[in-house]
């Protein structure tokens, strides 16, 4: 990317399986020193001075690259946005995916990353954009929820759920599954993970999380059931979040890429965008199949301009915020980033 009016700071941290929130740490950390100076970066360091009166100074914008799942099938993004945000406070909007070079038995392997002339396996890239154009970002996932869950009241650690309100979490699941789905209680006691994975990538049921607005729903995979009655989620979970049975069908799937799209015009009050850059869960095919492939003309429809770049990414496990949301680590999901060709200071007024 080349721009007048853009520059762009990058950084790499490693051992991101290992040390997830100190990768995150350390390739913000990077990314923020290697960036040539913006009057937005003033708002991490007042941050840091602890002045409050910050209201008027813009965030920083940009995106992350992870590395995909390791080899338990576990996915590391939310933890490493921890140590993202650490250093960034509220001043960084992020967002981005993780990366696979294929798949075993269990889980997928991690994704290749490329920095400064070396090869990388297992490590997280941020990217600082100090820009004056207008950014916008939106997100995508066309999770409905159908059905509550329950309070998760016990974790054995941050991946695996023991109790549902205070009952073994997978007697709890597979009593919902039998009500509101096609998978019966015999299925689950039998081969409770194959239904999981069953019901999850090929039939769009799985359990949602609701973000605190409300109005949007992110998708929680789980790949795994641990001694035929704990449940292991590929990303980290904690205790006292409520779960919701959520459904994915073909149709909201395919209108995720169009709603994450409207979410980043809306974000900027703007359709005037010179670059678009999105991730979207390779999950998503096996609902979708040759629909997947229609995601990027899907996105220039509903910008209206055919000509425009749009780039995006098949990943494992996406990085995402909603509107003024926390990011977090999550899958199913499509994450959107728009430079636009307007700049912030001109007012919406003079447009």
């Known amino acids: 990317l080349q721009s007048d009016y853009i520059n762009i700071g990058t950084g790499i941290g490693e051992n991101a399986?290992?040390?997830p929130y100190e990768a995150g740490k350390t390739s913000i950390e990077m990314a923020g020193k290697n960036l040539m100076f913006n009057p937005q970066l003033a708002y991490m360091s007042m941050l840091k001075r602890g002045v409050k009166d910050i209201s008027k100074i813009r965030p920083v914008n940009g995106f992350i690259i992870t590395p995909g799942s390791d080899s338990q099938g576990r996915f590391h993004d939310s933890q490493i946005l921890e140590g993202v945000m650490s250093i960034s406070k509220t001043a960084l909007r992020i967002q981005g995916g993780g990366l696979c070079s294929g798949m075993s038995k269990s889980a997928t392997l991690p994704g290749f990353t490329f920095y400064q002339?070396?090869?990388?396996?297992?490590a997280a890239i941020s990217v600082i954009l100090g820009s004056e154009l207008e950014i916008g970002y939106g997100v995508g996932a066309g999770?409905?929820?159908?059905a509550n869950i329950g309070m998760i009241t016990k974790i054995k650690d941050s991946?695996?759920?023991?109790?549902?309100?205070?009952?073994?979490?997978l007697e709890v699941f597979s009593e919902v599954f039998d009500k509101y789905t096609e998978f019966k209680k015999e299925q689950f006691i039998k081969d409770p993970?194959?239904?999981f994975i069953a019901a999850g990538l090929k039939k769009g049921y799985l359990p949602v999380l609701a973000e605190s607005s409300a109005d949007f729903f992110w998708p929680l995979l789980m790949p795994k059931v641990i001694q035929n009655k704990y449940i292991r989620c590929m990303t980290p979970i904690k205790q006292g979040t409520p779960l919701l049975l959520g459904y994915i069908n073909n149709e909201s799937a395919k209108k995720a890429p169009a709603n994450a799209t409207k979410?980043?015009?809306e974000d900027i009050d703007s359709k005037n965008f010179g670059f678009v850059f999105f991730f979207s869960c390779a999950c998503r095919g096996?609902?979708?199949?040759?629909?997947?492939m229609t995601e990027i003309k899907k996105i220039k429809e509903t910008l209206g301009n055919k000509d425009i770049p749009v780039f995006g990414i098949?990943?494992?496990g996406e990085s995402a915020f909603y509107k003024t949301g926390s990011p977090i680590g999550t899958g199913f999901t499509v994450t959107m980033l728009g430079i636009s060709d307007e700049s912030i200071f001109i007012s919406k007024e003079a447009r």
Not at 117 to 122: F, I
């Open 17 to 19: 399986f290992e040390k």
């Open 117 to 122: 002339g070396k090869v990388y396996q297992e």
């Open 143 to 146: 999770a409905k929820p159908i």
């Open 159 to 169: 991946w695996t759920i023991e109790e549902i309100n205070q009952r073994p979490a």
């Open 193 to 195: 993970g194959a239904v």
């Open 263 to 265: 979410l980043m015009i």
């Open 286 to 292: 096996m609902l979708l199949g040759k629909d997947y």
């Open 314 to 316: 098949a990943s494992t």
